[in-house]
């Protein structure tokens, strides 16, 4: 998108509201606490700060792009309006059944996450259809009708509707709306078959009652920023950031708030694209990792990997199925319960465990000094010499390394026998290892090697720890670009306009009904398209497709995207081709017999995106002396090392700096290990790379020993 | 390998349990069996060059927890150390050597490393279809419930025995899909191998002795340490149960010493005429399994962890059914184990252990065909439909059980919409089933209605495999029972728990699933609890006055504002 005049980001976070304004390729940053209570007042102040930094006018803001925490923490803290479900009959329980096991095996005392509407507030009508969507039993209209007058007088304000195969046939839906419509003018209503047209009742019920719930809150909190921006002299466009990583228009954010659960870690993922694709990168880790948690992306061809489901507010140690499931397209993320804050113990077995436990910003880590007794990620870090005491955030917080030490001697190293520093190795050994096992896990489910990848590596922490996750993964090279601290609100600004349609439909092959394809996917483009169109885009729209294939009898569908010839085309035997060499390649050999079926059905609109410079090369490189030295701990070699230290800001472009060596900037320290060394790039970014080429060509090899 | 650090092994033993889940993820992602992918029937284990288990996946089966540990044992002896080469794989389906009926494939894999064996790699799936009479409790003997694979050689140094392949082939009724699944977990085991053998390298490890030497010490040692904190103890834990044709006693008699726990099933009921009898390996796992939540639920499953855990029960009884007998639903009563368990384990160690719960998993398979007393329609369609449903979990000392949530088995239910994507079948009615969880201090967990028929022109049998239908799961502490199972037809035609039943054209079965039993006495329950209970109908205005004693005045004005939409206070 070409956009003259300055734009602003902003991402509302959990802790910090970011605000970045842009113009002329300048970027302007500033970090507010998030105001709770009245989210839109962070914003404004951040605004306002960014402009008189920039020098320009609240009122030559040309486009406001946002995204917020907002819609999650309202599904997580219970906050959603007073919501009714209207559901099929013998079918009232879907969402509190789930799928009827439990996510944590050993636990006797297990409790299940609550649903989001308790069992008094879902209602049933007598109606049925089934799975080819023919009606077994029609809905009468009058029960409708006496029941909207009993959800009226129960002071709903918003109602979902989620009917049994309704993605295949929506008729009945669209008769319950009507009559709500005419009976409960005002309350909001939202469609299974709108929100989330996909096979599976949990999952697509939960998705809209989910949206429902939100609805109130997102849509008054929406107009309200609204005119507060108007009154402060913002009278731009405002568009949302989604889920999926790119952006929509007020209104459909409004009427499918939904789609906004987890836009700011998108907006991460989307400012990882973009550095990829100005370096020209087509195969990236984005690797996120703050005080709580730590995200992995895989980025391939600038573009964010997506799934269709992921699971929010999970209640039990971020254990799979321990939270409720969101189907909707969404930027395909692992997230682990490994941060700076991430807690550290020694188990039964004479293991250490790191996290998903945090110290928190209160009492924080023991090196915080404010009477944290366990050891914390940054308490290792800081024993490991990874981190100055005396320079942390700029010199802005006085760390106490003696109360680390302490309490990595007390949790640890009193129990297996081991000093302070080799327990602090040992902690951040192990954190390593489960990020480093997480990003497998998500490569081999995507049937990816991690070897030919390089990491971007942003948040507080990452830098941290980019280096010797690169070791145990065998990447041999990592960005970390200027301006991580707020990488989400400057993604924001990079997204495009976007929105991905998606249909339940199964069809085999054998059975391929051309007209019926070409039908389908024209009604799902003219859906995503038209949601571009509203955000007052003229120009080219781009569409992407994809159909989620598998053999008949399988369970589990992967993605297959087709160009918009081979889409339009229609042609059986190409898009089995298609799904056989997607197949290959996650699984190693295709499966003789079966045949092969199309179950969902995706089209996403897009506007081009913005041509992106490339950032040109560096003519020459010049070592850099050496200023200061420290010591730290290379986990790599097991031992500690001398190494230099510098400023990040005294690193002009082209600047070379070899390993073992501390880079310190305000927000964070990049550590390169003896194995690495790092040069300044003509955008500011830091390029960590491997020493010398290694020397076997064999994959696993080229993996370097581990403290031997 | 002395310079090995500490830290080193950490992260090890770290990787390899990562290894196995991803290994096990594999197999989830390639299988075709319903029951592995959505049910998630399956275990994968890696396991040192003795055959020794290192970790093993925590997946939706309890079942395979001992099973998959004994397996390599038996692969190592029946194929011969010496006749052990690279490029091998193996296979078997005995239930004595396997995990427990002939629905389950295992695989093996050895893994060399630099010319050498040094582990193997397991995995275990439970099929489709094997042939025989079909997944069912009806046969008298193991001959009759399909094809025995015993432990050979699949894959011999790279080339796949065709001679097997034919003759499974020739042998089962889903050819393809049995197939498709054998080699998903030929390509598990491979996928784990590969993540091995990067590991060893990145560690420049020639075997795995060190770390397998850091892991089980650690682990037994752990394991130790949690038996040596309880009192030593005997006591004896009984529970009668539906059976096929006859009541089942099940007996187990628990002594806890110095250095294990010793867990005999002496007095159990010998094994039935039909196919619901336990392989003792089955009975193993299950007895293991209750007691490792009770006693030592955080550490993980490897060979040390689990040797401490001794489990003995007399030949010929229904927990230890030797060959020839049917073992198909051996699920059944094995799923009924840690109940039993817990009943004498209560004795022990009181406040631990649940109340009884629906136990078995509520499962059926329903097998579609066009009416025969009527013209075929064209496109008539067959088909094989198993779903896999829970009853209501035990109340536990201070928590209310859970709402048609399995325990001890793990595994998930399948969406309606998509059992319905498989053929011709109608699930009418899947929900809660209220007054269904035994009354008590803490609630049972709720039970489930389904109703099931089929479309238009279309009949079926129905397979059921239920318990609890005479014997429902009894309280604990002064707590109430659970509801019992029921099953009927719509026109009210009696129909059995367990077995084959034909179900004409236009009839529904008509079923209510157990609930799980109370815990402590009825009048101790918080009157909040009961009166929101009530809003939530997860209890009727009777049970809430007669069992709880809530006035006629309450009941009212909780049941106008659960009307309302609220919930009381």
């Known amino acids: 998108m070409s956009i003259l005049g300055a734009r602003l980001g902003v991402d509302i976070g959990?802790?910090?509201?970011?605000?970045?304004?842009?113009?002329?390729?300048?970027?302007?940053?500033?970090?507010?606490?998030?105001?709770?209570?009245?989210?839109?007042?962070?914003?404004?102040?951040?605004?306002?700060?960014?402009?008189?930094?920039?020098?320009?006018?609240?009122?030559?803001?040309?486009?406001?792009?946002?995204?917020?925490?907002?819609?999650?923490?309202?599904?997580?803290?219970?906050?959603?309006?007073?919501?009714?479900?209207?559901?099929?009959?013998?079918?009232?329980?879907?969402?509190?059944?789930?799928?009827?096991?439990?996510?944590?095996?050993?636990?006797?005392?297990?409790?299940?996450?609550?649903?989001?509407?308790?069992?008094?507030?879902?209602?049933?009508?007598?109606?049925?259809?089934?799975?080819?969507?023919?009606?077994?039993?029609?809905?009468?209209?009058?029960?409708?009708?006496?029941?909207?007058?009993?959800?009226?007088?129960?002071?709903?304000?918003?109602?979902?509707?989620?009917?049994?195969?309704?993605?295949?046939?929506?008729?009945?839906?669209r008769m319950i709306h009507d009559v709500l419509a005419e009976r409960l003018p005002g309350v909001m209503i939202s469609l299974s078959s709108e929100v989330s047209p996909q096979m599976r009742e949990y999952e697509r019920f939960n998705t809209t009652i989910a949206n429902s719930y939100i609805k109130p809150l997102m849509k008054s909190y929406l107009v309200r920023l609204k005119g507060r921006l108007e009154a402060e002299g913002a009278s731009c466009p405002i568009f949302l950031m989604h889920s999926g990583g790119g952006i929509i228009s007020l209104e459909s954010a409004s009427e499918f708030p939904v789609r906004l659960v987890e836009s700011g870690p998108a907006g991460g993922a989307v400012f990882a694209?973009?550095?990829a694709a100005q370096h020209g990168l087509a195969k990236v880790l984005s690797f996120d990792m703050g005080g709580t948690t730590a995200k992995i992306c895989l980025i391939k061809n600038y573009t964010p990997k997506t799934a269709r489901v992921f699971e929010v507010a999970r209640t039990y140690r971020f254990k799979k199925g321990s939270?409720?499931?969101?189907?909707?397209?969404?930027?395909?993320?692992?997230?682990?319960?490994?941060?700076?804050?991430?807690?550290?113990?020694?188990?039964?077995?004479?293991?250490?465990?790191?996290?998903?436990?945090?110290?928190?910003?209160?009492?924080?880590?023991?090196?915080?000094?404010?009477?944290?007794?366990?050891?914390?990620?940054?308490?290792?870090?800081?024993v490991l010499g990874k981190i100055d005491p005396d320079n942390f955030a700029a010199g802005t917080i006085k760390l106490f390394a003696d109360e680390s030490a302490a309490a990595l001697k007390a949790e640890i190293g009193g129990k297996l026998g081991m000093g302070s520093e080799e327990s602090a190795w040992g902690v951040a050994e192990v954190v390593d290892e489960n990020m480093a096992n997480a990003a497998r896990v998500h490569a081999v489910e995507n049937g990816e090697d991690l070897s030919g990848y390089t990491m971007i590596a942003f948040g507080g922490a990452a830098p941290l720890h980019a280096g010797r996750l690169c070791e145990k993964l065998g990447i041999e090279r990592c960005l970390v670009p200027p301006g991580a601290g707020v990488g989400s609100a400057i993604g924001f600004l990079r997204a495009p306009?976007?929105?991905?349609?998606?249909?339940?439909?199964?069809?085999?092959?054998?059975?391929?009904?051309?007209?019926?394809?070409?039908?389908?996917?024209?009604?799902?483009?003219?859906?995503?398209?038209?949601?571009?169109?509203?955000?007052?885009?003229?120009?080219?729209?781009?569409?992407?497709?994809?159909?989620?294939?598998?053999?008949?009898?399988?369970?589990?569908?992967?993605?297959?995207?087709?160009?918009?010839?081979?889409?339009?085309?229609?042609?059986?035997?190409?898009?089995?081709?298609?799904?056989?060499?997607?197949?290959?390649?996650?699984?190693?050999?295709?499966?003789?017999?079966?045949?092969?079926?199309?179950?969902?059905?995706?089209?996403?609109?897009?506007?081009?995106?913005?041509?992106?410079?490339?950032?040109?090369?560096?003519?020459?490189?010049?070592?850099?002396?050496?200023?200061?030295?420290?010591?730290?701990?290379?986990?790599?070699?097991?031992?500690?090392?001398?190494?230099?230290?510098?400023?990040?800001?005294?690193?002009?472009?082209?600047?070379?700096?070899?390993?073992?060596?501390?880079?310190?900037?305000?927000?964070?320290?990049?550590?390169?290990?003896?194995?690495?060394?790092?040069?300044?790039?003509?955008?500011?970014?830091?390029?960590?790379?491997?020493?010398?080429?290694?020397?076997?060509?064999?994959?696993?090899?080229?993996?370097?020993?581990?403290?031997? | 390998m002395s310079e090995i650090s500490k830290v080193a092994y950490q992260v090890m033993w770290n990787r390899l349990i990562s290894v196995v889940e991803e290994q096990a993820q594999a197999l989830i992602r390639t299988s075709f069996s319903t029951s592995v992918r959505e049910a998630g029937d399956l275990s994968a284990g890696v396991y040192n060059e003795k055959g020794l288990m290192l970790a093993q996946a925590v997946t939706g089966t309890p079942g395979h927890v001992n099973a998959m540990a004994d397996a390599v044992a038996h692969f190592i002896r029946r194929i011969g150390r010496d006749n052990i080469c690279e490029g091998d794989v193996y296979i078997t389906n005995n239930p004595w050597e396997g995990t427990g009926h002939l629905h389950d494939i295992t695989i093996v894999s050895p893994s060399f490393h630099q010319k050498k064996l040094v582990g193997f790699f397991a995995c275990t799936a439970h099929v489709v279809d094997v042939g025989g009479r079909g997944f069912g409790a009806d046969a008298n003997s193991v001959y009759e419930e399909g094809l025995h694979i015993p432990i050979m050689k699949f894959v011999d140094r790279g080339t796949v025995n065709d001679t097997l392949e034919?003759?499974?082939?020739?042998?089962?009724?889903?050819?393809?899909?049995?197939?498709?699944?054998?080699?998903?977990?030929?390509?598990?085991?491979?996928?784990?191998?590969?993540?091995?053998?990067?590991?060893?390298?990145?560690?420049?490890?020639?075997?795995?002795?060190?770390?397998?030497?850091?892991?089980?010490?650690?682990?037994?040692?752990?394991?130790?340490?949690?038996?040596?904190?309880?009192?030593?103890?005997?006591?004896?834990?009984?529970?009668?149960?539906?059976g096929y044709s006859r009541p089942i006693d099940l007996c187990v008699k628990i002594t806890i010493e110095e250095d294990g726990v010793l867990c005999d099933w002496a007095g159990t009921t010998g094994v039935d005429k039909n196919g619901i009898n336990v392989p003792l390996v089955y009975t193993k796992a299950y007895t293991c399994y209750a007691l490792k939540c009770a006693i030592a639920p955080e550490i993980p499953n490897n060979a040390a962890s689990l040797e401490p855990f001794r489990i003995t029960a007399p030949e010929h009884t229904i927990v230890n059914a030797v060959w020839p007998a049917p073992v198909a639903l051996r699920h059944i009563i094995g799923h009924m184990v840690p109940d039993t368990i817990y009943d004498a384990l209560d004795k022990i160690l009181p406040g631990v252990a649940p109340a009884e719960g629906a136990g078995s998993l509520c499962n059926f398979q329903v097998s579609l065909r066009p009416r025969n007393d009527a013209a075929v329609p064209a496109d008539a369609v067959r088909a094989e439909v198993l779903t896999f449903n829970s009853g209501g979990s035990g109340a536990r000392p201070t928590l209310d059980g859970m709402n048609a949530t399995a325990f001890p088995s793990g595994v998930m239910t399948m969406p309606v919409e998509a059992t319905e994507q498989v053929g011709p079948v109608i699930v009418w009615r899947k929900e809660l089933r209220p007054d269904s969880g035994g009354n008590g201090r803490q609630r049972g967990g709720l039970g489930q209605h389904m109703e099931v028929g089929a479309w238009e022109g279309y009949e079926f049998d129905m397979q059921a495999m239920f318990d609890r239908v005479h014997h429902p799961a009894r309280g604990?502490?002064?707590?109430?029972?659970?509801a019992p199972t029921t099953i009927v037809l719509d026109d009210g035609t009696a129909m059995k728990g367990k077995g084959k039943q034909f179900v004409p054209h236009g009839r529904k079965v008509i079923m209510a699933f157990p609930g799980g039993a109370g815990y402590g006495a009825p009048g101790e329950r918080r009157m909040e609890s009961v009166e929101r209970d009530l809003a939530l109908g997860y209890i009727t205005a009777e049970i809430a006055a007669s069992e709880y004693g809530l006035s006629k005045e309450r009941v009212a004005e909780v049941q106008a504002i659960a009307r309302r939409g609220e919930l009381p206070r």
């Open chain 1, 14 to 173: 959990g802790t910090f509201t970011d605000v970045v304004l842009q113009r002329d390729g300048k970027r302007f940053s500033t970090k507010v606490l998030t105001t709770y209570a009245a989210p839109e007042d962070a914003i404004i102040e951040g605004m306002h700060r960014v402009c008189s930094k920039a020098g320009v006018q609240v009122s030559s803001i040309a486009q406001i792009i946002h995204g917020t925490t907002l819609a999650t923490n309202a599904l997580i803290e219970r906050r959603g309006a007073k919501t009714a479900l209207i559901t099929t009959e013998g079918f009232r329980d879907v969402i509190e059944m789930r799928t009827e096991s439990r996510f944590e095996q050993y636990d006797l005392n297990m409790t299940l996450p609550q649903p989001l509407l308790p069992r008094n507030r879902r209602y049933t009508v007598r109606e049925r259809m089934d799975a080819r969507g023919q009606v077994l039993i029609p809905l009468d209209r009058t029960e409708v009708e006496t029941l909207a007058d009993e959800l009226r007088e129960a002071g709903y304000e918003s109602v979902a509707i989620g009917l049994l195969h309704s993605y295949v046939n929506d008729a009945h839906e």
């Open chain 1, 273 to 275: 694209a973009h550095i």
């Open chain 1, 323 to 382: 939270g409720m499931p969101i189907s909707i397209p969404v930027i395909d993320m692992v997230e682990i319960g490994a941060g700076g804050g991430s807690l550290a113990h020694v188990d039964s077995m004479k293991q250490i465990r790191v996290g998903p436990e945090s110290a928190g910003s209160e009492p924080g880590p023991a090196c915080y000094g404010r009477g944290g007794k366990r050891p914390a990620v940054t308490d290792a870090d800081v």
């Open chain 1, 497 to 708: 306009f976007s929105f991905e349609a998606n249909r339940t439909l199964f069809m085999r092959l054998s059975r391929f009904d051309t007209q019926r394809v070409t039908r389908l996917f024209d009604e799902m483009e003219l859906e995503a398209t038209r949601a571009v169109r509203s955000c007052g885009w003229s120009g080219e729209i781009l569409t992407d497709y994809k159909v989620y294939m598998r053999y008949a009898g399988q369970g589990w569908e992967i993605p297959v995207m087709l160009t918009s010839e081979e889409a339009r085309s229609a042609d059986p035997s190409v898009i089995l081709q298609r799904f056989e060499h997607e197949y290959v390649n996650l699984f190693g050999r295709t499966v003789r017999g079966p045949e092969a079926e199309i179950t969902v059905w995706s089209v996403n609109a897009q506007t081009p995106a913005t041509s992106v410079a490339p950032v040109e090369a560096l003519s020459v490189t010049r070592p850099v002396a050496t200023r200061t030295a420290r010591s730290f701990f290379d986990a790599g070699l097991g031992k500690r090392v001398e190494a230099s230290a510098h400023d990040r800001d005294a690193l002009p472009a082209g600047s070379e700096v070899s390993g073992p060596s501390i880079i310190t900037e305000d927000e964070t320290t990049i550590i390169l290990p003896s194995s690495r060394l790092a040069v300044t790039l003509n955008d500011g970014c830091i390029d960590i790379r491997l020493q010398q080429a290694p020397k076997a060509s064999h994959a696993a090899n080229a993996k370097e020993a581990a403290h031997v």
């Open chain 2, 166 to 242: 034919m003759i499974i082939r020739g042998n089962v009724r889903e050819p393809d899909q049995l197939v498709g699944d054998i080699y998903a977990l030929a390509t598990c085991n491979e996928i784990g191998h590969r993540r091995l053998i990067d590991m060893m390298v990145e560690f420049k490890l020639a075997d795995l002795a060190g770390i397998s030497d850091f892991i089980l010490t650690n682990s037994r040692q752990a394991t130790l340490d949690k038996i040596a904190a309880l009192p030593r103890a005997q006591a004896e834990g009984h529970m009668r149960i539906d």
């Open chain 2, 476 to 482: 604990r502490r002064g707590g109430g029972a659970g």
